[in-house]
């Protein structure tokens, strides 16, 4: 056990902290990063589409709330590749009118909130007789 180290923030908890929300409840969360996410036509219409489509979002929110969790930008891929496959991700409202989140735009905002995870490697100096030098 490490008792030294504090645990990493996750996405949720920096999100909320870069957008100033105080309020750290999932629900929050969620609804705060789709509205951000969501086309801006498809965030227009939200409320008249689930009113005739429940589910059209279902595929979204899943992906938002397995986001929720993320310490680190290279957890991303495994949670892009789950919504890609996702039952609900399908179909002429999500691929053609783009009735969905931007993919895009979720990166964009990952890579704000979560820190680099490239390391600095150490240069190797060189000197006049060509001969490393650290």
Known sequence: MNLGQARPMT???RYLELRGLSDDSPDTFSQALLRECLYPHA???????LYFEP???????DLVHALASLT???QLNDCLYEHSHH???????????RLRLSV??????????MPSERREIPRR????ANVVVN
């Not at 589910?55 to 929110?61: G, M, P, R």
């Not at 039952?87 to 009118?97: E, I, L, Q, S, V």
């Open 87 to 97: 039952p609900h991700n399908r179909g002429a409202a999500r691929k053609t009118f």
């Open 104 to 113: 895009g735009k979720l990166q964009r905002i990952l890579n704000d909130c």
């Open 125 to 128: 100096h060189t000197n006049a």
């Open 11 to 13: 996405f949720q908890q």
């Open 55 to 61: 589910k059209l979002f279902s595929a979204d929110i």
């Open 72 to 74: 680190r930008r290279s």
């Open 43 to 49: 965030r227009l219409l939200r409320g008249l589409l």
